[in-house]
């Protein structure tokens, strides 16, 4: 059996973002199968210098060696691993990647939580997606959000609930509290993004408050 652990959640607010993003995660339990059959999940098999070196070719725009905050509406993930809205180098983001792969996390709980104005909205299709550098290496999640705005992440017809810890483009598909489409800068055009993992507390929710 898996057994999640109780959800805890830490803040991070964002640098030039409508929203607070939320981001921690935990280790589901060892797998096991009925009829006394075990399986086993295989943690994401990382390389953290070729996925860094490729996140400083996205966004480090300006070829200074940082990444700035303004850089970062490329890679919007970034902005959780950058802490209290400072720049972000090639070894923060390598150290993080080692961090998530030492940890050797085969999946993870993921619930989220999309607000507009304080307000749940409810019948929005979340979908994390591996940044394009990180494709190679884990899996697209989903779900869709309650009446209270909420939802668990999972990998579509994977075997166990849960999602790859790494970093993602966030995308939201639904109506917004007036009714209408929620613009592009949530979904086809996303700006924003999570880093899932590499903190290791109990267990992780993603928060997004539409402004």
Same mark, same amino acid.
């Given at each position: 059996m898996i057994n999640p652990r109780r959800f805890k959640a830490v803040q991070v607010r964002p640098v030039q973002r409508s929203f607070v993003l939320v981001i921690v995660c935990t280790v589901l339990a060892s797998p096991g199968c009925g009829g006394g059959q075990t399986k086993r999940l295989v943690p994401p098999s =990382?390389?953290? !210098?070729?996925? #860094? #070196?490729?996140?400083?070719?996205? +966004?480090?725009?300006?070829?200074?060696?940082?990444?700035?905050?303004?850089?970062?509406?490329?890679?919007?993930?970034?902005?959780?691993? +950058? +802490?209290?809205? !400072?720049?972000?180098?090639?070894?923060?983001? &390598? &150290?993080? =990647?080692?961090?998530?792969?030492?940890a050797k996390i085969a999946i993870t709980s993921l619930a989220a939580s999309v607000t507009q104005n304080g307000k749940? =909205?409810?019948?929005?299709? %979340?979908?994390?997606?591996?940044? #394009?550098?990180? #494709?190679?290496? %884990?899996?697209?999640?989903?779900?869709?959000?309650?009446?209270?705005?909420s939802s668990m992440l999972s990998i579509p017809g994977g075997e166990f609930s849960g999602v790859h810890c790494g970093l993602y483009k966030i995308e939201l598909t639904g109506n917004g509290s007036d009714g209408k489409p929620l613009p592009e800068k949530y979904n086809s055009a996303t700006t924003l993004g999570a880093a899932v993992g590499g903190m290791l507390p109990e267990s992780g929710i993603v928060q997004i408050d539409l402004k």
């Open positions: =990382l390389d953290p !210098a070729v996925i #860094a #070196a490729a996140v400083m070719e996205k +966004a480090d725009t300006d070829n200074n060696g940082t990444i700035s905050p303004t850089e970062m509406n490329s890679v919007p993930c970034l902005v959780g691993l +950058a +802490a209290g809205g !400072a720049a972000v180098n090639r070894e923060t983001v &390598q &150290q993080w =990647l080692e961090r998530v792969r030492d749940p =909205l409810k019948d929005i299709t %979340i979908k994390i997606i591996p940044e #394009a550098m990180m #494709a190679n290496f %884990i899996k697209p999640a989903e779900g869709k959000t309650d009446i209270n705005g």
